[in-house]
């Protein structure tokens, strides 16, 4: 068995989640948890809840940790049970993952310094106050950090967690039962297909959120260096 657990916070992006978790649940002999502090209902970022099936107080040795982003993210950054938990399970996980900007929290938990990274676009530049190396790919591996990118970037990163697993063969044959072939009906996805106008456009509507994400990132970072999990400048 293959143990894969995914953390579920308040107000995150459900897409983040599911989708990884979609493809984890189709793995050779694989058991799929959804963690939180409690097994309340949370609500994503998106009006409606998830509910998870497991506490970290009763969350076993993980095979593969998968940390998911959204805006909630932001808060999570300041958590220190939350971090914590990243850290114990990231001690004998065989691969510690992110979607999105899951990947910052992996960061705040002093998990990514002198690893190549991945984020959504608009955050990639946040990752280097870890430690990171950002790198501006749909998936990333660096030894047994697997990090995706934004939001429906997990879906490739779940067939890259599963091909790691299991091999090519039952990655590819996943990806066809979930009929994956994506034909976007525009060719927008990127900030370089997208243009000027509409990245402008975009960062202008997040600008608050992203600042308010800068700002955690910078918390997080100072800490670990008062910890001396972070070379100070």
């Not at 004998?92 to 992996?106: E, W, Y």
Request: with cysteine.
């Amino acid at each position: 068995m293959i143990h894969f657990g995914l953390l579920l916070f308040p107000r995150l992006t459900q897409l983040d989640l599911t989708g990884p978790a979609q493809v984890f649940s189709r793995c050779p002999e694989a058991r799929v948890d959804l963690i939180w502090k409690t097994t309340e209902p949370v609500p994503t970022g998106d009006g409606w809840s998830l509910v998870p099936n497991m506490t970290f107080a009763d969350c076993p040795q993980l095979d593969v940790l998968c940390v998911p982003g959204g805006q909630g993210q932001t808060e999570q950054m300041d958590d220190e049970e939350t971090l914590d938990f990243l850290r114990r399970q990231a001690v004998g996980a065989r691969f510690v993952t992110s979607v999105c900007t899951g990947s910052l929290l992996l960061g705040a938990a002093g998990l990514l310094d002198g690893y190549r990274a991945t984020c959504h676009w608009m955050s990639l530049d946040q990752l280097p106050l870890f430690g990171a190396v950002p790198v501006a790919e749909r998936v990333v591996r660096d030894r047994n950090r697997i990090t995706g990118g934004g939001v429906t970037a997990g879906i490739d990163f779940g067939l890259t967690v599963a091909a790691e697993l299991h091999g090519a063969q039952i990655a590819q044959r996943i990806q066809l039962l979930l009929e994956y072939a994506p034909e976007p009906p525009y060719q927008s996805g990127t900030p370089t297909q997208a243009g000027p106008e509409l990245v402008q456009e975009s960062l202008q509507l997040a600008a608050a959120n992203q600042a308010r994400r800068r700002e955690a990132s910078q918390r997080a970072a100072e800490r670990l260096k008062l910890r001396g999990e972070l070379p100070s400048p």
